[in-house]
């Protein structure tokens, strides 16, 4: 299943943007760029601390998993040692959560919503998740890629100074004008 991260304005700024046109090319979406660099930098730094930066630390992985990432690093010289990163092999599905430009990674910004997904389709074996074998369980334990409320609290102060922000500088216009 891909991952997704949707921010969407207020309600009652999605009703008044579509009157006041004028503004709709004020910095909004320059904004909402910043928004997503926001919400990018907050999953790349959860990714790389193991699930730490939400709060939730990724379970270790099994021994079996282990032994086959030592396996593949050996073989194909992979930069990987036998239990970290987690959730990183060949780097396919890593890619596709943080990287802007990576291939899978999908970033779409409008006027009033900010997207970003992985739209890496379901793992193959040389991916990161296919090679979490069966531990007893018959499948690998839940690792958190998007923090439950969307982003930190951090990361949320910033992207409410964005809409703050062009809210006061639209308000001036209206004033203005």
Known sequence: MP?????????????????????????????????????????????????????APWPLLAEETQEHRDFLAQTFGLPIGPDHPILVNFGDFRESVVEKHGKGHERRVDQFTVRIASTHKKP???????????????????????HPK?????????????????????????EEG
């Open 124 to 146: 193959k074996m040389k991916d990161a998740m296919a090679t979490i074998v069966d531990q007893g369980k018959g499948k690998a334990p839940p690792r958190r890629i998007i």
């Open 150 to 174: 969307g982003a930190t609290p951090a990361a949320m102060r910033l992207m409410e100074q964005e809409l703050e922000s062009h809210a006061d500088a639209v308000a001036r216009i209206g």
């Open 3 to 55: 991952q997704a991260l949707a921010v969407t304005g207020l309600r009652e700024a999605e009703e008044a943007l579509p009157r006041q046109r004028k503004f709709l090319d004020f910095g909004l979406v320059r904004r909402l760029q910043r928004i997503a660099d926001i919400a990018e930098e907050d999953l790349k730094k959860n990714f790389d601390s193991e699930g730490r930066h939400f709060g």
